[in-house]
Nanobody, 127 residues
Framework: QVQLVETGGGLVQAGGSLRLSCLASGRTFSSYSMGWFRQAPGKEREFVAT????????SYADSVKGRFTISRDNAKNTVYLQMNSLKPEDTAVYYC????????????????????WGQGTQVTVSS
């Protein structure tokens, strides 16, 4: 079955950086778009970034645009989220997700289109 395992979370001061990784297994990684979402206490899960199965298309939430970068290494079955200039409002549990269907021809930003989720990794940004 599909497994997604996130690593790289932690505690960082405002203005700092973290890189999250998500190792996928169970399906042909290179055929599926991948996304990062986050959920802060008392809030709904929100879209952060997505990358197409080929890596050629990326999309970001306005709140992270210019600060976060999503990338993937299909040879390593891994998707990354480089987070720079972190702010206290970035504090949340971050989840990676894989789309239900392969080779999407459009940008996938809604949670319902992702069929598989990791367990999440905590990111805490102190002011």
């Amino acid at each position: 079955q599909v497994q997604l395992v996130e690593t790289g979370g932690g505690l960082v001061q405002a203005g700092g950086s973290l890189r999250l990784s998500c190792l996928a297994s169970g399906r042909t990684f290179s055929s599926y778009s991948m996304g990062w979402f986050r959920q802060a206490p008392g809030k709904e899960r929100e879209f952060v970034a997505t990358i197409s199965w080929s890596g050629g298309t990326k999309s970001y939430a306005d709140s992270v645009k210019g600060r976060f970068t999503i990338s993937r290494d299909n040879a390593k079955n891994t998707v990354y989220l480089q987070m720079n200039s972190l702010k206290p409002e970035d504090t949340a549990v971050y989840y990676c997700a894989q789309t239900r269907v392969p080779r999407n021809t459009y940008v996938v930003v809604t949670p319902k289109e992702y069929g598989y989720w990791g367990q999440g990794t905590q990111v805490t940004v102190s002011s």
